[in-house]
């Protein structure tokens, strides 16, 4: 078959894309490199595709905005103090972002022994990390010597005055997260945000349903990439359900596994990582080169299947006897 002349752009809420990735929003982006969040979202202006930026980040909104531009996303996580998540979305809103995610998946965190094995205490490293540390000079010198560890820059103003510190950020925020957040918080977004909103964490169809039912125009089939509930059901597995009982209605948004999640049923894929290590590789060319790898792997793979487009992709092609 010939294959010439492939073409790998997505239409995604009515506008056109060049790919059908999206960069997955994480938080402290500034502490891999020095305003991390606003080169990632240069990157991604320059390849076309939206970007969504955390609620933690380490660059405001606003500035994200200012300085980087190109289709931008708001995440949300939903503190106790309501008033909180009232304010992010004017400001998204006020500042232009074109889609809100409200995640839901990691309200409460998991424990994670990682962490507790890079610290002897609360904020004072191991001898091993210190010594990793040492092994990276271009990242002490780029980041840690001229910078220092970036502050929660986003939401700064919403913690205590005695906690506006890296600490102070790290030890508050996981408390200040709402652990009660409920389908009324959802309706409750729905009425104040009048561009699209995408729910975060969506792995079954009851909860899909009741995500259109409420208004929302996507969803993303996650589980936090395994870092808060290891054990949970993969994205990947409930999507082919998923997107059968509401694809006609939902945007659906899964992260890795680009043309499989494509072929089973996913509109788009947000990915997290591995724009991560571009990121603290290279800065802003890093994820530049991160995003160019994955499109020309996307590119391949279609020609591969003998595609000229995503469209094309269908689930037979992963999974024999398929409907
Ligand atoms: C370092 C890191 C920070 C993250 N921070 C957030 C966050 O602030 N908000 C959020 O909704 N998801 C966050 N996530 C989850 C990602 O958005 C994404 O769902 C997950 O990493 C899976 O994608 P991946 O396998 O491509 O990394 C974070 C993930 C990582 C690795």
């Known amino acids: 078959m010939n294959t010439e002349g492939r073409k790998s752009g997505i239409s995604l809420f009515g506008k056109p894309s060049p790919?059908?990735?999206?960069?997955?929003?994480?938080?402290?982006?500034?502490l891999l490199h020095h305003r991390g969040d606003?080169?990632?979202?240069?990157?991604a202006a320059s390849a076309g595709i939206p970007f969504c930026l955390s609620t933690v980040s380490n660059a405001t909104l606003e500035d994200v905005s200012t300085e980087a531009g190109g289709r931008l996303w708001m995440q949300l996580y939903m503190m106790n103090d309501r008033n909180i998540a009232r304010d992010i979305i004017s400001r998204a809103e006020k500042a232009g972002y074109e889609a809100l995610i409200f995640t839901t998946d990691a309200n409460v965190?998991?424990?994670?022994?990682?962490?507790?094995r890079n610290y002897r205490q609360p904020g004072k490293l191991t001898a091993r990390n210190i010594l990793d540390i040492a092994l990276h000079p271009r990242w002490v010198s780029d980041v840690m010597i001229p910078h220092g560890i970036p502050l929660f820059e986003n939401v700064l103003d919403y913690l205590p005055a005695e906690m506006r510190t890296v600490k102070g950020g790290v030890v508050s925020l996981p408390g200040m997260l709402a652990p009660d957040i409920s389908w009324d918080d959802l309706r409750w977004i729905r009425d104040m945000w009048p561009r699209k909103l995408i729910l975060k964490g969506v792995l079954n169809v009851a909860d899909?349903?009741?995500?259109?039912?409420i208004g929302c125009d996507g969803i993303i089939l996650s589980n936090h990439g395994g870092r808060q509930l290891d054990s949970c059901v993969a994205p990947i597995e409930v999507l082919p359900e998923i997107s059968q009982a509401v694809g006609e209605q939902l945007t659906i948004l899964i992260g890795?596994?680009?043309?499989?999640?494509?072929?089973?049923?996913?509109d788009a894929v947000m990915i997290g990582r591995p724009t991560l290590y571009g990121?603290?590789?290279g800065g802003q060319a890093g994820v530049e080169h991160a995003l160019a790898l994955l499109s020309e792997e996307i590119d391949r793979v279609l020609g591969q299947l003998g595609c000229h487009s995503l469209q094309q992709l269908n689930s037979r092609m992963l999974i024999k006897n398929a409907p």
């Open 19 to 30: 790919s059908p990735l999206l960069i997955s929003p994480t938080g402290l982006n500034g």
């Open 38 to 43: 606003i080169a990632l979202a240069k990157a």
């Open 109 to 116: 965190f998991g424990r994670r022994e990682w962490d507790l």
């Open 208 to 213: 899909a349903r009741q995500a259109a039912n």
């Open 256 to 266: 890795s596994d680009v043309l499989k999640a494509i072929a089973l049923g996913a």
């Open 279 to 281: 990121l603290a590789a």
